[in-house]
Nanobody, 131 residues
Framework: HVQLVESGGGLVQAGGSLNLSCAAT????????MGWFRQIPGKEREGVAA????????VYADSVKGRFTISQGNAKNTVYLQMNSLKPEDTAMYYC?????????????????????????WGQGTQVTVS
């Protein structure tokens, strides 16, 4: 099993920045991909960004390209989401997700790594509010 803990959410003005962190503990040696998702009440959870642990390949939702950056820490069991130029529509609960299924990074269709089904472990979420 893998446990995920997010941090770094908060209230920020439009145009501002936040840096979310996700720390993974447990069987982190089998981490394949990690991703960030967000959800607002009454809507489906949507993929924001994902990264191939160790390989470094990334994918982003169109709505955040050029503004958000996903990266991994030196220990590879921590993933960050640097969010710049935040907009009110970025307001949501942000969730970290981990994949230990062991499949390869979907090079031909990287957007698959933004799908809910790609992941088998989830954090509790951290709230981001942009005013």
């Amino acid at each position: 099993h893998v446990q995920l803990v997010e941090s770094g959410g908060g209230l920020v003005q439009a145009g501002g920045s936040l840096n979310l962190s996700c720390a993974a503990t447990g069987k982190t040696n089998v981490l394949n991909c990690m991703g960030w998702f967000r959800q607002i009440p009454g809507k489906e959870r949507e993929g924001v960004a994902a990264i191939n642990i160790g390989g470094g390949s990334t994918v982003y939702a169109d709505s955040v390209k050029g503004r958000f950056t996903i990266s991994q820490g030196n220990a590879k069991n921590t993933v960050y989401l640097q969010m710049n130029s935040l907009k009110p529509e970025d307001t949501a609960m942000y969730y970290c997700a981990a994949d230990t299924y062991g499949g390869s990074w979907p090079r031909e269709r990287p957007e698959y790594a933004l799908g809910l089904d790609w992941y088998n472990f989830w954090g509790q979420g951290t709230q981001v509010t942009v005013s």
